[in-house]
């Protein structure tokens, strides 16, 4: 008997759920009972993985339900799986279809079967999304600010701006309690920020959005991030590597953090004149540092040791 890939699709009420490559379709509600009778349906199966969408919403609960049950659940793309089904020439769209299409995916790409963040780390990445945004908001008004010139709406964007900045302070103050109230985060954060270039922010949102840290290996790191190159070549042509996809906030603050390094006297400093000095692009040389960063904090969580020059 063939290996089994299962596929969910989540709306509001219901789940469609595609068994690959039985072709067998059934559904669900999407209420405790319903997940209760899926998970149950689901176990006699014996599937290898089954994959549903992060699309930030409706999913949430339907996923913590399976990695509960200790079934092999493995949390995809949404548009990893959209360029899939278009590939696949995929064009009518329904419930049972998308199912169908994310049970083909996981079976065609094999993505590795990981738990969920917990919900102590859930929480304190939704904390660092919410301080983030409340950044950008900042900055976007000081933008307006120095583009207007009438007196009214200067008044009313400074006055949304303390209030903003007022915000931010209570973030970051719930953010301080959570990392102190937890003795293993406190112990992250001591390590990453023995780093030269990663201060509290970057270490907070590393903690956060990357929770593998320090069970990885250096490359996986890389690619989850979206620090590692791809290279692109056809025939005699040959291009320059480049980076693309992972995770936009961590990858991010490296970036930042290795802009930081480069300007210090520290090791990284001299990687990057090493770099530059063997013809790399200033780009692709802050692109390796910000890699080689990530590299180091990945070890020194694996190892739980600080970080110690050469």
Do not use: C
């Not at 003795?183 to 992250?188: C, G, N, Q, S, Y």
């Not at 042509?237 to 802009?259: N, T, Y």
Request: no cysteine; aromatic share 4%; charged share 30%.
């Amino acid at each position: 008997m063939d290996a089994l890939n299962i596929g969910i699709d989540v709306s509001k009420d219901r789940l469609d759920v595609a068994v690959y490559p039985t072709g067998e379709t059934f559904a669900f509600p999407r209420t405790s009972a319903g997940i209760e009778e899926l998970i149950e349906r689901l176990r006699p199966l014996n599937a290898i993985r089954i994959g549903i969408e992060a699309t930030g919403g409706f999913e949430t609960i339907v996923a913590a339900g399976l990695q509960a049950a200790q079934l092999p659940l493995v949390v995809l793309n949404p548009a990893q799986v959209r360029d899939f089904a278009k590939a696949l020439g995929q064009r009518a769209k329904t419930d049972r279809l998308d199912a169908l299409v994310i049970a083909r995916f996981v079976e065609a790409v094999k993505p590795e079967v990981r738990l969920l963040p917990d919900e102590q780390t859930r929480e304190l990445s939704d904390l660092v999304s919410r301080r983030r945004q409340i950044v950008e908001m900042i900055a976007a008004e000081k933008q307006r600010l120095k583009r207007t010139t009438q007196k009214r709406l200067l008044k009313s964007i400074e006055r949304l701006v303390a209030a903003l900045q007022k915000e931010l302070s209570e973030v970051e103050t719930e953010i301080d309690d959570s990392i102190k109230g937890s003795p293993a985060w406190l112990e992250k954060e001591k390590l990453l920020t023995s780093v030269p270039g990663i201060g509290p922010v970057t270490a907070r949102v590393l903690l956060a959005e990357v929770p593998e840290l320090g069970s990885i290996d250096r490359r996986k790191a890389a690619s989850l991030v979206g620090l590692a190159p791809f290279v692109q070549e056809s025939g005699k042509w040959a291009g320059e590597a480049k980076i693309q996809g992972g995770r936009a906030a961590p990858r991010s603050v490296l970036f930042i953090s290795a802009l930081a390094a480069t300007r210090q006297r520290s090791p990284f400093n001299a990687y990057y004149r090493h770099l530059r000095a063997k013809g790399k692009k200033k780009m692709a040389a802050i692109i390796a540092v910000a890699r080689k960063i990530l590299t180091i904090a990945n070890a020194i969580l694996r190892d739980k040791k600080p970080w110690q020059p050469a």
